[in-house]
Nanobody, 121 residues
Framework: QVQLVESGGGSVQAGGSLRLSCVTS????????MGWFRQAPGKERVVVAT???????HYVASVKGRFTISEDNAKNTLYLQMNSLKPEDTAMYYC???????????????WGRGTQVTVSS
């Protein structure tokens, strides 16, 4: 079982930046897929970015060029650097771990409890 604890959310104005962190614990090894999902009020939870153990990344179109997913294995921490934030980025952000590839199937994922990001115009 992998435990995930997010932090770094907050309230910022449009155009600002935040860096989310996700500290992982528990035993896991490659291959794996780490990810960030978000859920806005009244909407479904959707993937934002993923990072495979081979270093490959994927971003949803709406955040490409603004968000960067990365990991520091020495610190057991996953990051999401968010720049040029927009009001539509407002959501609860969740860190995920999946053994193997990035299927994104909720049943296959370990989830953190989330951290709230609010962007005002």
């Amino acid at each position: 079982q992998v435990q995930l604890v997010e932090s770094g959310g907050g309230s910022v104005q449009a155009g600002g930046s935040l860096r989310l962190s996700c500290v992982t614990s528990g035993n896991f090894s490659a291959p794996y897929c780490m990810g960030w999902f978000r859920q806005a009020p009244g909407k479904e939870r959707v993937v934002v970015a993923t990072l495979k153990s081979d270093g490959s990344t994927h971003y949803v179109a709406s955040v490409k060029g603004r968000f960067t997913i990365s990991e520091d294995n020495a610190k057991n921490t996953l990051y999401l650097q968010m720049n040029s934030l927009k009001p539509e980025d407002t959501a609860m952000y969740y860190c995920t771990h999946e053994t193997g590839g990035c299927t994104g199937i909720p049943y296959n994922l370990d989830w953190g409890r989330g951290t709230q990001v609010t962007v005002s115009s």
